[in-house]
C-alpha cells in the first residue's frame, strides 16, 4: 500500500469519527521546543505542576513514548457550546467542563480509530494521548498544521477558532507529513490585556502559575490573597482568553451529546452553589472533569470568590 493510500485510510478514519481536523508530522526530536520548554520551566511558571519538570526528553522525543515511532497523528475535537450558565452573578465554569470528562470521551475515539488503522493497513504498534502523558500536544499541532500557537499559548485553527480538544496518536506507521501554516496573531493583544491575573505575557509566554486555570484546579494549597477580586467569577478553569480572540467569532457548535451540560448545572443560581453539599456535588459531577478540583477544593474556590 503505497503512503498517500496510508495517510488518506488514518485521516478519513478520524473525520468518520468525529475528528474535525487531522494533521501529521514526522515523528522526532522537537528541538526548537528544548531550550523554550527548558526557559519556562527555569523561570517557575509550572508553579506547584511538577509533574511538568518530570520526563523532559519524553515530552521532546516521541520515540522515547513509541519504540520506533514514525508518525505524530495530530486530532482536533471540538467542545465549544452555545450554552450558558442562566444567572449572571453566579460562580463560572469553563466550558470545557459542562459535559463528561474529555479524557474518557476523546480517549475512547481514539482507540478506535486506532483499531480501524490496524484492521485496513495491518500490524501496528502506537499509543492514544489525550493530557495525560508528556506529549507537547501543541507543538506538535503546530507543526502537523492544525494552526498556529497564539499569545494565550492555545492551539488557534483558522477557520473554527480554539475551543478544541487536542488528542495524538503515535505510531510506527510512515505516513505523508503536512505542513505548518502561518501565525495570523500579527498585533492583536486582546487576550493579553484581558487577562484577569496578568498571567499572559507579552512575549507569547504564559506564566501557567498566575492563571486562574491553575489556582482553581492545579492548585492544592491555599490560593494567595494578593489574588482576591481578581478572578472574574471564575470557579472552576477560565475562558476569558479565548473568549476575546477575534478567531473565535468562527467557532461552531460541537456536535457531541457527551459534551451537553446538565439543565440543574445551568439553572444554578449563586445561592445553589454556596448551598452545594457533597452528596449534590458528587451527583452533579459525576463524570465531569470538575471532579478534579474535589469538594473541598470547589468549596475553598467558592470562599476565595468571596473575599
Known amino acids: 500500500m503505497h503512503i498517500e493510500q496510508r495517510t488518506q485510510i488514518v485521516k478519513q478514519h ?8 487531522v494533521g501529521i508530522s514526522k515523528a522526532g526530536f522537537l528541538e ?14 509550572q508553579g506547584e505542576m511538577g509533574y511538568m519538570e518530570q520526563h523532559f526528553d519524553k515530552r521532546l522525543d516521541p520515540t522515547k513514548l513509541v519504540e520506533g515511532a514514525k508518525s505524530v497523528v495530530s ?3 471540538n467542545y465549544h457550546s452555545p450554552h450558558r450558565q442562566s444567572d449572571p452573578d453566579a460562580p463560572k465554569i469553563s466550558q470545557y467542563a459542562y459535559g463528561i470528562d474529555y479524557h474518557f470521551v476523546v480517549k475512547d475515539r481514539l482507540k478506535t480509530l486506532l483499531q480501524r488503522i490496524q484492521q485496513d493497513i495491518g500490524t501496528i504498534e502506537g499509543r492514544c494521548f489525550v493530557d495525560s502523558a508528556p506529549v507537547l500536544e501543541r507543538a506538535w499541532a503546530r507543526r502537523s498544521g492544525l494552526g498556529w500557537i ?8 483558522p477557520r473554527n477558532g480554539s475551543f478544541f480538544f487536542l488528542a495524538e496518536l503515535i505510531i510506527d506507521l510512515e505516513l505523508l507529513p503536512d505542513a505548518p501554516i502561518k501565525d495570523y496573531c500579527g498585533r492583536c493583544t486582546r487576550c493579553i490585556d484581558a487577562c484577569p491575573t496578568q498571567a499572559i505575557l507579552p ?15 492545579e492548585l492544592k494549597k491555599e490560593i494567595p490573597a494578593s489574588m482576591a477580586g481578581k478572578f472574574d467569577n471564575w470557579v472552576f478553569g477560565c475562558d ?8 473565535n467569532r468562527f467557532a461552531q457548535n460541537h456536535q457531541e451529546p457527551q459534551f451537553l ?23 452533579i459531577f459525576a463524570k465531569s472533569a470538575v471532579k478534579r478540583t474535589k469538594f473541598s477544593g470547589l ?5 476565595f470568590l468571596q473575599q
Open 14 to 21: 478520524a473525520f468518520d469519527l468525529g475528528f474535525q481536523y
Open 32 to 45: 526548537d521546543e528544548a531550550p523554550r520548554l527548558e526557559t519556562w520551566l527555569r523561570q517557575g511558571f
Open 75 to 77: 486530532l482536533m475535537y
Open 150 to 157: 497564539g499569545k494565550n499559548s492555545m492551539l488557534i485553527n
Open 203 to 217: 512575549n507569547r509566554t504564559v506564566n501557567g502559575s498566575q492563571c486562574i486555570s491553575y489556582f482553581t484546579i
Open 240 to 247: 476569558v482568553c479565548q473568549q476575546v480572540c477575534p478567531w
Open 261 to 283: 451540560p446538565k439543565p440543574e448545572l445551568l439553572a444554578w443560581k449563586l445561592s445553589d452553589w454556596y448551598e452545594i453539599t457533597e452528596e449534590i456535588f458528587a451527583n
Open 299 to 303: 468549596k475553598r474556590n467558592l470562599a
